[in-house]
């Protein structure tokens, strides 16, 4: 669907002869020539609601006051939108809104004076005038009553003394400050197709809120905030920024959190980030966010157990020291290390110019490729494979421009939430979307076509789909293909020949791929199926992975055995995997942003730099800049190179912190190993330096998507074939949990914490009834001589037979699970296992913690 | 020349609602007419008939098809059997006692406007009515009057019954059609208008159950007929509600353009008041439509000139779509009066009215969801003995600035939940008055000490000065 050319018309506002494009509103057309009409319940992604009433506008020709925001502007159109009538009337309106809004101080004459004096301490939320209202200061209802010249009400104030909502996690509801403009349901059903929000009741009592008096969590909330944000009133507030007050002002930034790379709003208050809102960038997430970019950021970077200062091993102690000591220290222990005795690990988080100055502090100072990153994880199939990947036309939007979709493996709902909002566009536009999914996901829901295979199959169904699309007629679901097919992968032959034939009508095909499906072993299936469609024309790939750079890792050449650029480098250093499955013992372990252990490896000085302290004892930390406290750029899916703005930049000092920039901590550390080649004096001159090595990097960001060109062979990785495994049940590993520099976010972010959805094994509550197991009791899964047990959770998503659960893309803040890290190692999925209850009690309890014991076990699978 | 009704010529003919006895007097005799003529023959037989809709607004029934675009290849016929305005159960008698009569009207009104799919969207409180009408359904359908080539004219249609679930506003079409795509029942911005796109997006048409019934009788009796029955603009036959202490109250049949008198006092219809009281106020079109006064007042000297300024005995008024005008109602509406009589309060009538609409507006628009509340709440304050004169100016100006009528709300149960008050405040101000005055003369700050001190003390000025201390 190309986009449409709007012609231009012409038409008379307030006398005035103005041009609009064919097909906007009377409001619309206004705003395009700054003409101001008041408006509440309007909003550019919503369908016209008609509520307030605020827009009543004078058109000639019509009867009464018709409503700019619902009217089609028309070639000759004559329209009043300030006449006494109408000036007299939206008071009148107005008037009556605030009649139901607690908030009489919006037009009472003491209203300054008492705004010096309200300057009170509170706890909660109290919902007694605008002066306590969270939003004051930027409130479009105050701006409204400002610009409407409102001074007085002739209605006493009628409180509807509804209980401020608390209870789920990340924003507050008060619908006592409610206007009930519809906004906030208007936009959680038509942009993020989740329908949590309704109107309740009818007449005066109407209000907001799920049906049957559910919570947010219960009724499906993705915790997105995009009811939040368009909320014109105090309804609606964070809880992290709530009393934050108004911000001194925002910074165009983008999400730190995955690779779809959302642009966002970083709004400051005295020097600190205080909350996050959508931008409305037009080509990746289009005023959307997801919970993690929505309502995590401040948190993540401010939690109490934040990690400020740089601190050292003194004997018995750990103590703080000055830069100057810490680095001294860790580049003395460097000095002369052989390539065998280091390893260096980085995180898929850090910035392109971070990553960049790693691989370049390692390959020129320490003369070795002993650099890895858990990036490798993030990418299975490994760089060749993603490489290849990376070169195929990735595109976010894509998926909004295509007549026909097929969506492999995700639930959007906290993850990649913007590609399914995307998603949901396209199909509002009539686009045929296809699931392959075992699973039950949000996206098989609105789904035309919903396949579903029997786990780890997906990538064959993928495959006939490939195989078969330009000729829908010849597939026979009869014909031997479609029957082998069918029997393989669980999927009806039918319903996979209709989507078949949906498919190949349409002419922009996007295929969306959930990063569970790379993590199979046997997945030849998906790669053959994703180069056949590279083929065929008019067709856009949105592979999804977790980490926020994981792309700039490959391509900067922040693995061993890749050099930036793509490049294969000469000879391997030591790998992460060696260190864990003991193969290699490196005396000096320096993990940057990365915390891939559950307990301490087996070396002599472990250096960490980072955010947090990692869960184990190290000899030496260096306190990196968050993403808030240092500038920098980040590669996303698409190859788009965007900025990270630094929005804090407060004084050292002990409440402040002593953090640096990661891409500074190795340039001074390179400085005191005699390097000359590290003088940077910003992020921009590093990567004005990548630009110069690596093609196809711009000097400056410049947000442009990019097809990796590399003309490296890098061996495409075979996989390991399915691991036998024996029994009933089929175990399938989900990357998941909400990585972010080694840390799993939910363990500093409180709101992810509730959500909890990386707790337990997830089985059908069907499954949980044959096996004789109350949601929340311990299972034991046996995986040939390997067992492991964990707590049970009843979803009725999964489909039966299976057993999910999620393997953290991050392990740092997951103590309490460490008793499942056999399991986290475990590269086998899906594989076939054994289930029972398990009654842990006395004896067996003890030798459950004795097979903690064993983490590498599984690695030997 | 005596009129012989027809929508109602089977109430107390035993066993009326079965198949037998509706066909064993030219039952379906209509619609097998229609069939043989082209759909739009049929609409122009309506168009010529000047059939009005009769479930509220008054808008020909040929008109509204012929708004339908002329391309459509599904289109949906609503039936409106939601009737829920307070005094009326004209609908209901239709279903009760004829329901044949209605599926008769829906086949051809179906057949006219090539419709594919009939909805008939009943009031959720209809129980025994539902079961009546849905047995009538199963008959016809095995009688082959409905499903596929009906009648062997190759024409299909299917009726299906949805329930509503307790909402007046439910009867408006908008409300009425989302309701039936199973959402919350409010209305829509109109345009686009049913016509064009309705139900699950396609062209639909909303009638009214009396409107529908009408046409079997257009069919076999003709054109002619129809347009002989009633006055100049509003033709036709109407069933006429009336309730109250009337000494008869029921549903009586009669061609449109009774007067208000003849319906409340009529040998054929009310037979005047119980124990001879004289009337107050008469509501004569639902509620919605506003209030006219009672012959307690002095007659007008110049009958031919109704003058609403002045108190005089308005019962004179024609009911049908167009005299009721020249009394300051909004329309017709229902054609169901209730009569109050002149020993009620009359702030008892303005808390009964008020309620309803606060109670059943749905909430979208800003006017009728606090207009509707405030104009409630100042009403409860004027029957508890509190009122200030102000406050009746107040009730006018709310149920101005409300509605579809001066182009602020979506849909008209704001018109008409402010046009029987601002009738009432504006017809019987000088009872208000002389109620206020009985109060003495400080009953309204003492009261609203009372109940909200905090709201006496209020610091929005308006409300301070100007009322609290007039
Ligand atoms: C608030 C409101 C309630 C209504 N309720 C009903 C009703 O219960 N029954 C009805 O037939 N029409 C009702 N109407 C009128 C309908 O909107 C619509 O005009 C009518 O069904 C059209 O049918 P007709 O043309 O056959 O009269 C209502 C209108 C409004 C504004
Ligand atoms: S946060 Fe998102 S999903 Fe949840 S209610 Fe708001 S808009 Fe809907
Ligand atoms: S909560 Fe906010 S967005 Fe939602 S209806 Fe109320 S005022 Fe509007
Ligand atoms: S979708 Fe990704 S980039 Fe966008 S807000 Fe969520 S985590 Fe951030
Ligand atoms: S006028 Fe009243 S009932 Fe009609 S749509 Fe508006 S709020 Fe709802
Ligand atoms: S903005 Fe038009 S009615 Fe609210």
Redesign the pocket.
Same mark, same amino acid.
């Given at each position: 669907m190309s986009p449409r050319k709007t012609r231009l018309r012409k038409m008379e506002i307030n006398h005035r002869e103005v041009s609009f494009p064919e097909g906007v509103t009377v409001l619309r057309a206004a705003e395009l020539n700054d003409v101001y009409i008041p408006s509440l319940c309007s909003h550019k992604d919503l369908t016209p609601f008609g509520g307030c009433r605020m827009c009543i506008v004078e058109i000639e020709g019509m009867r009464g006051y018709p409503l700019a925001c619902s009217t089609v502007a028309a070639e000759g159109m004559k329209v009043l939108t300030d006449t006494a009538a109408v000036r007299e009337m939206r008071k009148e309106i107005l008037q009556l809104i605030l009649s139901e809004h607690p908030a009489s101080c919006l037009i009472c004459d003491e209203k300054t004076e008492c705004r010096e004096n309200q300057f009170t301490i509170r706890k909660a939320g109290v919902t007694t005038g605008c002066q306590n209202c969270p939003n004051d200061g930027q409130c479009e209802l105050q701006e409204v009553v400002e610009k409407v010249g409102l001074t007085d009400i002739e209605y006493p104030v009628y409180y509807r003394g509804y209980e401020a909502e608390h209870d789920d996690p990340f924003f507050d509801r008060d619908y006592n400050m409610c206007i009930l403009c519809g906004r906030c349901v208007r936009m959680c059903q038509e942009v993020r197709g989740t329908g949590v929000l309704a109107f309740k009741f009818r007449g005066p009592l109407a209000q907001i809120g799920p049906a049957f008096a559910k919570s947010h969590v219960e009724a499906g909330c993705e915790f997105c905030g995009a009811c939040v944000s368009v909320c014109p009133t105090g309804a609606l507030a964070d809880k992290v920024s709530k009393w934050d007050g108004q911000p001194d002002g925002f910074e165009l930034s983008?999400?730190? *959190? @995955?690779?779809? #790379? @959302?642009q966002?709003e970083l709004y400051h208050k005295d020097g600190r980030l205080s909350k996050v809102h959508p931008n409305l960038d037009p080509v990746v997430?289009d005023g959307q966010? @997801? %919970? =993690? #970019? =929505?309502f995590s950021l401040p948190e993540a970077t401010h939690h109490h157990t934040r990690a400020r200062k740089p601190m050292l091993r003194r004997g018995k102690y750990f103590r703080e020291v000055t830069w100057n000591e810490a680095l001294d220290d860790v580049a003395e222990k460097l000095k002369g290390l052989k390539p065998a005795d280091f390893l260096m690990v980085v995180s898929g988080d850090l910035t392109n110019e971070s990553l960049y100055t790693a691989q370049k502090f390692v390959r020129t100072c320490l003369k070795s490729n002993s650099i890895d990153s858990t990036a490798r994880d993030l990418l299975p199939g490994g760089p060749g494979l993603w490489a290849k990947l990376f070169s195929l036309p990735i595109s976010i939007k894509g998926l909004r421009e295509a007549d026909a979709i097929i969506a492999v493996g995700l639930d959007s709902r906290f993850y *990649?939430? %913007? /590609?399914g909002v995307e998603i949901r566009h396209a199909l509002k536009d009539g686009a045929a979307l296809i699931t392959i999914d075992p699973r039950d996901s949000n996206l098989a829901r609105y789904t035309n076509y919903w396949l579903q295979p029997t786990p780890g199959q997906e990538g064959a169904v993928l495959k006939a789909i490939a195989n078969n699309i330009r000729r829908a007629t010849d597939f026979s679901p009869r014909g031997a293909a479609g029957k082998d097919i069918a029997k393989k992968t669980g999927v009806d032959k039918v319903l996979l020949e209709e989507a078949i034939g949906a498919l190949s009508a349409g002419e922009h095909l996007a295929v969306l791929l959930g990063p569970t499906v790379f993590e199979y072993n046997a997945n030849e299936d998906l790669v053959d199926a994703l180069l056949k469609l590279a083929g065929r024309k008019n067709t856009s790939f949105l592979p999804l992975y977790n980490g /926020?750079n994981t792309r700039g890792v490959l391509e900067l050449g922040a693995l061993g055995e890749v050099l930036p650029g793509v490049a294969k480098a000469k000879g391997q250093g030591l790998s992460l995997a060696d260190v864990i499955s003991s193969r290699a013992k490196p005396k000096v372990l320096y993990l940057v942003g990365e915390v891939p252990f559950f307990e301490r490896p087996d070396c002599d000085y472990i250096i960490a730099q980072d955010i947090y302290y990692p869960p184990f004892e190290i000899d030496a930390f260096l306190p990196a800049a968050s993403f808030a406290e240092a500038e920098g750029t980040l590669t996303n899916v698409e190859g788009r190179v965007q900025e990270l703005v630094q929005i804090e930049d407060l004084p050292d000092g002990a409440v402040a912190g002593f953090m640096r920039p990661d891409w500074y901590i190795f340039s001074r550390l390179a400085e005191r190993l005699n390097s000359r080649e590290f003088k940077y004096k910003s992020a921009r001159a590093v990567l004005k330096e990548i630009s110069k090595t690596v093609p196809g990097y711009p000097a400056k960001p410049n947000r442009k998507p990019r097809r990796l060109a590399s003309k490296a062979k890098l061996p495409v990785e075979k996989r390991k074939a399915p691991v036998a495994g024996t029994g009933p049940y089929l175990l399938i590993a989900e990357p998941a949990g909400f990585g972010h520099r080694g840390i799993d976010l939910s363990s500093k972010v409180e709101g992810l914490e509730e959500l909890a959805l990386e707790e337990g094994f997830r089985l059908n509550p069907d499954d949980l009834q044959k096996l004789q197991i109350e949601p929340g009791e311990n299972i034991a899964i046996s995986i040939n001589k390997l067992t492991v047990t964990g707590p049970t959770k009843a979803d009725a998503e999964c489909p039966h037979g299976a057993i999910y659960y999620y393997r953290p893309v991050a392990l740092g803040g997951l103590e309490q699970r460490a008793n499942l890290e056999p399991l986290y190692r475990l590269r086998a999925s899906p594989v076939k296992v054994k289930a029972r209850a398990a009654k842990a009690t006395g004896k067996k309890a003890k030798k459950k913690a004795a097979s903690r014991k064993i983490p590498m076990a599984a690695s030997t699978l | 020349m005596a009129f012989e009704p027809v929508l109602m010529k089977h109430v107390n003919v035993p066993n009326s609602t079965a198949l037998t006895v509706y066909k064993s007097d030219g039952g379906y005799e209509g619609a097998a007419k229609a069939l043989k003529m082209k759909p739009d023959e049929v609409v122009d037989l309506v168009k010529q008939a000047n059939l009005r809709g009769r479930g509220g607004a008054g808008f020909p029934a040929g008109i509204k098809w012929g708004f339908l675009p002329p391309d459509r290849e599904v289109t949906y016929l609503c039936v409106n059997a939601d009737e829920s305005e307070p005094p009326t159960f004209c609908n209901r008698i239709t279903i009760e006692t004829d329901p044949h009569m209605l599926l008769e009207g829906i086949l051809i009104a179906g057949y006219a406007t090539k419709t594919t799919i009939a909805y008939i969207y009943m009031r959720g409180e209809f129980t025994e009515q539902f079961h009546i009408l849905q047995k009538a359904i199963d008959e016809a359908c095995a009688a082959g009057y409905f499903g596929k080539n009906i009648l062997g004219s190759g024409y299909d249609l299917e009726c299906y019954i949805h329930r509503g679930a307790g909402a007046y506003v439910c009867g408006e079409e908008t409300g009425l059609i989302e309701s039936l795509e199973g959402k919350r029942g409010w209305p829509r911005i109109k345009p686009p208008f049913p016509a064009v796109e309705g139900a699950f997006h396609k062209p639909t048409v909303v009638n009214n159950v009396e409107t529908l019934a009408c046409l079997p009788h257009i069919l076999t009796r003709g054109v002619e007929w129809f347009t002989s029955l009633g006055t100049e603009t509003s033709a036709g036959p109407k069933m006429y509600c009336v309730s109250g202490p009337v000494n008869r109250p029921g549903c009586y049949e009669a061609p449109l353009g009774i007067s208000c008198r003849e319906l409340i006092y009529g040998e054929d219809f009310g037979q005047g008041m119980r124990d001879g009281k004289k009337v107050k106020v008469v509501l004569p079109g639902g509620l919605s439509m506003g209030a006219l006064r009672g012959d307690m007042f002095p007659k007008n000297p110049n009958p031919d000139q109704p003058d609403p300024k002045q108190d005089y005995d308005e019962l004179d008024c024609i009911l049908d779509f167009d005299d009721v005008r020249r009394y300051d109602l909004l329309g017709l509406g229902t054609a169901a009066a209730v009569v109050v009589p002149e020993d009620v309060d009359i702030r008892e009538v303005l808390v009964n009215i008020t309620r309803f609409y606060a109670l059943e507006s749905c909430g979208q628009c800003t006017q009728c969801r606090e207009g509707t509340m405030w104009m409630y709440q100042i009403a409860q304050r004027l029957r508890a003995g509190a009122g200030r004169v102000c406050d009746l100016n107040l009730l006018v100006e709310i149920s101005q600035n409300l509605g579809m009528m001066p182009g602020l709300s979506i849909c008209g149960l704001s018109d008409g939940g402010g046009w029987p008050v601002r009738n009432l405040v504006q017809k019987f101000r000088k009872e208000f008055e002389q109620r206020i005055a009985e109060q003495g003369a400080d009953a309204a700050a003492r009261r609203i000490k009372e109940i909200n001190p905090a709201a006496y003390e209020s610091p929005i000025r308006g409300y301070q000065a100007a009322e609290v201390h007039p």
């Open positions: 983008t999400c730190p *959190f @995955c690779g779809l #790379g @959302c966002i997430n966010l @997801c %919970v =993690r #970019g =929505r *990649f939430s %913007v /590609a /926020a | -």
